[in-house]
């Protein structure tokens, strides 16, 4: 099948950027490679939301590195629904959180897991990791060995 029968309504077309946190603008296409495990990883270096409490921008660099299961997360979707987060306000936990259950839902990977390397405010960074195996599978495994051995100290 050629990735334009699959019904990505974003590639390709005039960038119209959510102002809103909007999971809806999130698009898939087939994995075509669904036998394999391997590593996909995007980078967001440019990440911004708002703080709930102040209303003052929060800056990181968001990290998602998953392992494809039937479908993948198209990467200008994924630019636009990150972007999505601009005007949104919540703590930096529940970004990655947040971020980690709409991919989840969206593709269903083997295996995926999100970090947030945010500025410092006040003096203090906070770096959320948040991560998800699917059930029943050697990835929920891999995800609660990730989970307790996971050492935050470069990212």
Request: with cysteine.
């Amino acid at each position: 099948m050629s990735r334009e029968n699959e019904g990505l309504q974003q590639l390709g077309r005039k960038t119209e950027y959510k102002m809103t946190y909007a999971p809806e603008v999130l698009e898939t296409f087939e994995n075509k490679h669904k036998d394999n495990d391997y590593w996909v990883q995007f980078n967001c270096p440019e990440f911004t939301s708002l703080c709930p409490i102040t209303g003052q921008p929060d800056f990181a660099e968001i990290k998602i590195m998953y392992i494809p299961g039937e479908r993948m997360v198209e990467s200008k979707s994924l630019k636009l629904y990150l972007f999505s987060f601009r005007n949104h306000g919540d703590f930096h936990e529940d970004c990655v959180n947040i971020i980690m259950k709409d991919l989840v839902k969206l593709m269903q990977p083997k295996y995926i897991e999100v970090i947030g390397l945010f500025t410092p405010r006040g003096g203090i960074s906070i770096w959320p990791y948040a991560n998800y195996g699917q059930p029943g599978t050697k990835y929920e495994k891999m995800a609660e060995e990730r989970l307790l051995n996971r050492q935050m100290v470069n990212g």
